[in-house]
DNA sequence: AAGTGTTGAGCAATCGTTTTACCAATGCTA
DNA sequence: TAGCATTGGTAAAACGATTGCTCAACACTT
């Protein structure tokens, strides 16, 4: 392989000055003739810095961890790719991992982490697993964020408003005529689900309109789970009219066993749904949702991250930017 | 940081002894009594290697790039979830990129492969973005994997039994008492898409039907793409009666424009995709689907690339595991 | 008793960059 | 012309781990 060395002796300078040009150094003092000799040998060899070595004496990787709770889930890819977008605003790479999946290679995971291998680490939906990991990264001073939920004793958490959305799609099925509400949460008592919860709740509260434990159901974020879920909820519930669910996922899976049940959408029931996902404008009905800023929300953990606002700055952040209300075929006037 | 130096100081040896008893030394000769007391200090100081210094002077990172054409598919989630399932199998981390959004960070992952960050790549629907990239993996010679398409004098290129597969789904469709059968085949002319085709053709010309090129569409890897290639096909040729929908994505969205278009499926229109997803189970009516081994793929890649296949063995592989038909509701009889 | 093996461990070079400190040469000021 | 600043560059010490080589001590063999 072509080393700093290598350049350096073909050009007849000496490695610091090919480093410097490399690096774009502040305080570069180089002639401009030396300059053009070292980039075009560098450009003729193709040279490229060696990762390890740079980092080594630099103590920083370029990459950062982001950790999802599931890769398949298209919600999370939306977060991934506003990761991305904000990692190549500071010239890094994200590398994605997968919470549940981790139970295979969390202690290579760990050991990356412990060992130094990235500047950063983005955990959403962080369960037990990733403790050590995370333990390691505090001690290491790595810094963290949590997205959605986490403890915020040892990072910031980012969130989206998901009091705001749950209250907004509640509302809107009510000035639709609807009075008789259900909900499918999502499971694992999250912090953001929670909040969606509650959102159901206030909004039911400012209708006067009753709340019922038994209108409440949960399910995990994938299909099948919010066929369950829905199931569940109407054979306790065949008076609900209206459902609203937490993630977009299990509303598809709703979706499906309405159909299987018999009951027509949005002519016997209405569905809303949290989060957007193109899924939703194929999916028929076309989904109505609350669209979330997930995109914004890795976007932003990329930025905390990258600008050192992690370790200031531990506290609870809600995103600015509002829920926006997606109308489409899903829900109807009662 | 606790760095190896100071175990070995706070034990009374020397940094080299540390080493050895980390890495399991096969040639190891070091007491017992030692061990112990080493281990002891290494787990009282939670000590970790140090990755950078680590690669630096073995030239293994323990990482392996995977780029996928778009992350949000679900279909590639299958295949990163292979991969990362190997990758556990040789201690290694699979790092995610995606081929479209590279076009961010293309240079940072050029940089990262050129530089020696990663021990070994695999490509999945590999476009010119990424020559350059590739040019540099070979000149460093970093194994290197093709998935479904690519240059088989660069790599060897895996695939799964595309022909075999477009051949059950279309058999199935004639058994099914269809005659004219409709395709849409995946853009961008790619190798696998291209197998699949010509799976279709053989199928039809082994049950003595007539090959209309009308009777043709073709689709991105998406919802929209599918919605669309759907309508022109039928527009073309309303008298199709079923279809072969080259990717599961491209397949809902076909279902959605069916439904918009007021044929029923499958009383109208029997539908059959190729590639199974979950949520071809749970949209209405459940897709039936010929399964690919993409698991199967991401798996066999990873282990390719670190049991030293890539570079002795460039030809074209087609995994041994066949594709399985997965019946549901989305074909009738006719 | 001399020779031969084995065990346990240390030394020091090395991987390829970055960066601090330093220096020589030149130009400028007063 | 002495003094000082600027320009353009070099030397060498890190960064932290791995590994080939060396070596002392002891145990056996013959």
Redesign the interface.
């Given at each position: 392989?072509v080393t700093i060395t290598d350049i350096a002796n073909r050009a007849g300078v000496s490695p610091s000055v090919v480093s410097r040009i490399v690096n774009g150094d502040k305080k570069l003092r180089v002639s401009t003739a030396t300059r053009a000799r070292v980039q075009a040998i560098i450009e003729e060899t193709?040279y490229?810095?060696?990762?390890?070595?740079?980092?080594?004496r630099s103590?920083e990787?370029?990459l950062l961890a982001l950790v999802v709770h599931d890769?398949?889930n298209?919600v999370y890819?939306?977060i991934?790719?506003g990761a991305?977008?904000g990692?190549?605003e500071f010239?890094?790479?994200i590398?994605?991992?997968?919470a549940d999946?981790l139970g295979?290679?969390v202690s290579?995971?760990?050991?990356?982490i412990?060992?130094?291998?990235v500047d950063g680490l983005i955990l959403q939906g962080a369960g037990t697993e990733l403790d050590k990991a995370i333990e390691?990264a505090v001690?290491?001073k790595i810094p963290l964020v949590f997205l959605q939920s986490g403890d915020i004793n040892i990072a910031p958490v980012l969130r989206m408003d998901d009091l705001l959305a749950g209250k907004m799609a509640t509302k809107y099925l009510i000035d639709h005529g609807h009075k008789n509400i259900g909900v499918i949460s999502t499971k694992r008592n999250l912090q953001f689900s929670e909040a969606r919860l509650d959102g159901w709740k206030q909004a039911l509260v400012e209708a006067s309109l009753p709340i019922s434990e038994s209108a409440i159901a949960a399910a995990n974020p994938?299909?099948?789970s919010g066929?369950h879920a829905a199931k569940e909820l109407f054979d306790q519930r065949p008076d609900i009219t209206a459902i609203l669910v937490s993630n977009a996922m299990s509303a598809?899976?709703a979706?499906?066993y309405l159909?299987?049940a018999g009951k027509r959408v949005p002519e016997d029931v209405s569905v809303i749904g949290i989060n957007d996902v193109?899924?939703a404008?194929?999916?028929?009905p076309?989904l109505t949702v609350v669209k979330m800023p997930l995109r914004t929300m890795g976007l932003e953990a990329v930025r905390m991250i990258c600008s050192g606002k992690t370790s200031s700055n531990k506290k609870l952040e809600i995103l600015d930017q509002a829920p926006l209300l997606v109308e489409r075929s899903s829900v109807s006037k009662r």
């Open positions: 392989m193709g490229k810095p060696n990762v390890a070595a740079r980092s080594l103590s990787t370029g890769i398949t298209p890819s939306e991934v790719a991305q977008a990692a190549s010239d890094k790479i590398l994605v991992g997968e999946s295979a290679n290579k995971i760990e050991s990356l412990a060992g130094g291998g390691h001690s290491r994938n299909y099948e066929y598809v899976g979706l499906a159909n299987d193109n899924l404008e194929f999916v028929r076309a």
